[in-house]
């Protein structure tokens, strides 16, 4: 029977969907020059669908975890200078509609967020999860992830959540 999974770029024909998928899935706002960059070459994308939809999404950037990303608009805006190697692949956005969620969605945008990383070159995903997304964490966590013993404070300070500080997430590839 065939897969009723699939994954596809980000063209400007979804990019629309792209942002439904992240406004309705997750508390915190992208601005608008963060949805028009994801169509560069550069950017590393994918959305899953489920039977033809699009349900779920993944952003992706190469970091270098030297730099510190204190807060959300950092860790979203800072672009790597082309002189520093990166040594990691950060988790910018990912998301799966409620709805569409336990089917294995999410774990196959994983795979697809190592193989980038692999193709890169780097042996580290890494990712901010807000202190109180408990389903997120333990996913992460059950999926490979390990957490720093330290919580960012404030992280989410701009974005107005009530308790704003995140957990710093890992994974060696
Ligand atoms: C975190 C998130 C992306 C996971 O996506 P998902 O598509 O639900 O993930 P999966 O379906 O791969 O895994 C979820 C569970 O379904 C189970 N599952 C996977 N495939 C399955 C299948 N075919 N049938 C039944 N269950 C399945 C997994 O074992 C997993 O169970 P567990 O949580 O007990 O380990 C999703 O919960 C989400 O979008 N959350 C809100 C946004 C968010 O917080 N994002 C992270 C920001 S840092």
Redesign the pocket.
């Known amino acids: 029977m065939r897969d009723p999974i699939s994954l596809d770029d980000l063209t400007s024909n979804n990019l629309g969907t792209f942002k439904k998928i992240n406004t309705s899935?997750?508390p915190v706002k992208y601005p608008e020059s963060w949805y028009k960059d994801s169509l560069n070459k550069d950017q590393i994308i994918s959305l899953?669908y489920y039977r033809e939809l699009p349900v779920?999404g993944i952003k992706l950037k190469t970091i270098s975890t030297q730099h510190n990303i204190n807060c959300f608009e950092t860790g979203i805006q800072q672009q790597l200078n082309s002189k520093i190697l990166p040594n990691a692949v950060y988790?910018e956005?990912?998301?799966?509609?409620?709805p569409?969620?336990?089917?294995?969605?999410?774990?196959?945008?994983?795979d697809f967020a190592i193989e980038k990383t692999k193709q890169h070159f780097v042996h580290e995903i890494t990712?901010?999860?807000?202190v109180d997304?408990h389903?997120?964490l333990?996913?992460?966590l059950?999926?490979g992830f390990q957490k720093d013993e330290n919580v960012l404070k404030d992280y989410f300070k701009q974005q107005g959540l009530p308790n704003p500080d995140a957990y710093i997430i890992r994974m060696k590839v």
Do not use: M, P, Q, T
């Open positions: 899935s997750l899953g779920a988790i956005s990912f998301a799966v509609l409620k569409y969620r336990h089917l294995g969605i999410g774990s196959k945008l994983l990712a901010h999860v807000h997304n389903e997120a333990d996913w992460y059950k999926h």
